[in-house]
């Protein structure tokens, strides 16, 4: 068999190690300095392109340059009087421009100033935060605003616990503090070399400041798996160059397919046109391709260098053991044996899963979702006491000058409008703004329904409504109405890669709803968190809360493209073994024996790394972390070891099923297997 260029990259890279290794130490300081002197700040715009939202925030960037719809809001008891010294202090911080008139509320208890801020949420220096954090302490007043909920949130490495946790998994499974230590390394070269780089894409595109964690718990996750499925390969050869060659070309293969499949999929993300969502996609892609080609030209070199010192420093008790495992041979062949009882149950088990879905709510949270002990919460609650739900989310409405009163005047008799501000007109006077505050708060059904009446003509046609409730409602609008294309586009553009790769229709298709089903159930434990309940109130979720419109398309994009490394992992074995003369019955006992071991390490380190999001204060990250461990748990189980041997036992051998017209269309390249026996 002609020896495929991917074993000869692995070759050459284990034989020119000190090349290599140089190589990639260069490229990690390159990147560090490039970073550090070319590198931007993470900034995002959340509005939805051709939104009345969007239109309102450019309305006020140019015609109010001092005004913002994001603000500080300052709440206080009026017994204790008006906080003059504190906001005299609060107008000289940076992002922060001059207080609006205090507000009273009806009863006369509380009042509220709001300080519109000068430049976008997450463009406003952390220090300003902090110290209007310590300004409203010692004034005891209560703060509420993205800027506050950011600062009051403390930091949490859960990039180091995912780490650590991933060592120890590594340790049980590899046996050896030198083998455990190996893909760690990968690991860390990948988040160094992929966190300068995103720095620098920072510095061209608006990219979020949570883009960097999302790509680096992907990153160590997807960078351990492919280093452990390579590491694996290379020690059950017996080590040496002729390992890596087999190592590489083989299992290498299957990491190229995972890999491009996970960007494949990230790209869908740019279907949804959200601007901010591309800083996410292209930070999450570089993770994803630096871990990639570490693993096919650092992984060799490092292995070349450990040589037979790779066994050394063994776990107690542990014996080296590369082959299959009898557990899982035995587990196969009783699946196999009673398929349909396997794929009833299974089935039966992931609706289950995704029941929840049904409940889910899209929306962004708000303060009234902060934990109690919070200000922002503090803030949240004394403002829909004393002035009522709808004032923590006003609308923000600007017209035409000559248009304002008589605006106002038809907002202020509108059925579900609490309160209506005056008029402020810019200096050019040309332009107003008006705050309009709803009856119902701001996640309310009412609210939204309210906006949409608002928003039919009744205004007049040169007027637009903004503000974070109607930034709410536009996201969520367009990213219901842009998801059955995204879907589409990630599905389809994976059966093409899979295609390629099997040729094979039917394992194309049965891939893509598996990991459908993988998905719905990572939806439905999302739902369940969301709602608050003994289920969030584990993570730290007390009430319900809506799920951001852009978690379950970051998930979707992710989830795919990650169910697919096991996918790709698993079947590659059973192709390999039915390709070399076996019957596919034999085929899948054989893949799965000698996969399962892999596939349960690698999720199990896939769980950890996803599952260390808990800890953060964000709670968006903890819904992705946990849904993302949730998913890949199921995949590598109920998915992996129950459906995929129980439908591949059924279909026979018409799991290779190929028109000959199609098998003539379809390019043949490196991702496919090479024909052993079989044509």
Not at 207 to 222: C, E, F, Q, R, Y
Not at 226 to 253: C, F, N, P, S
Not at 612 to 637: M, N, R
């Amino acid at each position: 068999m002609p020896t495929s260029r991917l074993a000869r990259l692995g070759a050459f890279a284990f034989r020119r190690r000190r090349l290599v290794l140089g190589a990639w130490v260069g490229a990690l300081v390159v990147s560090i300095a490039l970073a550090a002197t070319l590198g931007g700040t993470f900034s995002a715009d959340y509005n939805t392109p051709g939104s009345d939202s969007k239109a309102a925030a450019e309305a006020l960037e140019t015609r109010f340059p001092a005004t913002s719809p994001d603000t500080i809001d300052v709440v206080w008891r009026t017994a204790d009087g008006t906080p003059t010294a504190f906001l005299q202090q609060a107008t000289k911080l940076k992002g922060i421009g001059p207080a609006g008139e205090p507000q009273i509320s009806p009863d006369g208890a509380v009042g509220v100033v709001r300080l519109p801020l000068t430049m976008l949420p997450d463009e406003v220096p952390r220090t300003t935060g902090d110290r209007l954090l310590e300004l409203g302490a010692a004034a005891d007043v209560e703060l509420g605003g993205g800027v506050i909920q950011q600062a009051q949130q403390g930091p949490i490495s859960s990039e180091a616990i995912g780490l650590t946790v991933a060592f120890l998994v590594l340790l049980v499974a590899l046996g050896t503090v030198v083998a455990a230590g190996l893909p760690l390394l990968l690991a860390l070269f990948g988040l160094g070399i992929a966190t300068g780089l995103i720095m620098l894409l920072a510095a061209v595109l608006p990219t979020p400041d949570w883009s960097s964690t999302v790509a680096a718990m992907l990153g160590i996750g997807v960078g351990i798996d492919y280093a452990l499925l390579i590491l694996t390969r290379y020690r059950a050869a017996g080590g040496g160059e002729a390992a890596i060659r087999e190592a590489v070309g083989t299992a290498g293969r299957s990491v190229l397919i995972a890999g491009l499949t996970v960007v494949i999929s990230l790209l869908g993300l740019f279907a949804m046109g959200l601007t901010y969502l591309y800083g996410v996609a292209l930070a999450a892609i570089i993770a994803v391709l630096v871990v990639m080609v570490g693993a096919i030209t650092l992984l060799p070199a490092l292995l070349g260098f450990a040589g037979p010192r790779i066994e050394r420093l063994r776990l107690p008790g542990r014996r080296a053991s590369h082959g299959g495992g009898a557990f899982a041979g035995r587990w196969s062949r009783a699946v196999q044996k009673r398929p349909w009882t396997a794929a009833i149950a299974g089935t039966l088990v992931l609706l289950a899963l995704a029941s929840p879905v049904t409940g889910l709510r899209l929306g962004f949270p708000d303060a009234g979702n902060d934990r109690e002990e919070t200000t922002t919460r503090q803030a949240f609650d004394l403002v829909t006491q004393h002035f009522g739900a709808g004032a923590n989310g006003p609308f923000v409405i600007v017209a035409p000058a000559a248009a304002a009163e008589p605006v106002a005047s038809t907002l202020r008799g509108e059925a579900g409008v609490a309160s209506v501000a005056p008029p402020q007109v810019n200096p050019a006077g040309d332009t107003a703004l008006i705050l309009a505050n709803p009856t119902t708060a701001p996640e309310s059904t009412a609210t939204e329904d309210l906006l949409e009446r608002l928003r039919d003509g009744r205004l007049g046609e040169d007027v637009v409504i903004g503000g974070r409730t109607a930034q709410a409602v536009d996201q969520a609008q367009a990213t219901s109405a842009r998801l059955p294309l995204f879907i589409g586009g990630v599905v389809g553009l994976s059966l093409l890669l899979l295609l390629v790769a099997f040729r094979s229709v039917t394992v194309a298709l049965k891939a893509a709803v598996l990991n459908l089903f993988s998905v719905g159930a990572a939806y439905g434990v999302v739902a369940l968190l969301a709602q608050g309940g003994w289920a969030g109130q584990l993570v730290g979720i007390d009430t319900a809360t809506p799920v951001p419109p852009f978690i379950p398309v970051i998930m979707f994009a992710t989830l795919f493209g990650l169910s697919m490394d096991y996918e790709v992992f698993l079947l590659s074995r059973v192709r390999e073994a039915w390709l070399s003369g076996r019957s596919t019955s034999r085929a899948v006992t054989e893949g799965l024996t000698r996969t399962a071991g892999v596939i349960s390490a690698a999720a199990a380190i896939m769980v950890v790394v996803f599952g260390a999001l808990a800890l953060s204060p964000e709670v968006f990250l903890k819904l992705i972390g946990i849904g993302l461990a949730t998913a890949v748990l199921v995949d590598a189980t109920v998915v992996r070891l129950v459906l995929v041997p129980a439908v591949m036992q059924l279909l026979g051998e018409r799991n290779w099923w190929m028109p000959r017209w199609l098998d003539r269309i379809v390019p043949h390249t490196e991702l496919e297997a090479p024909a052993l026996s079989r044509a």
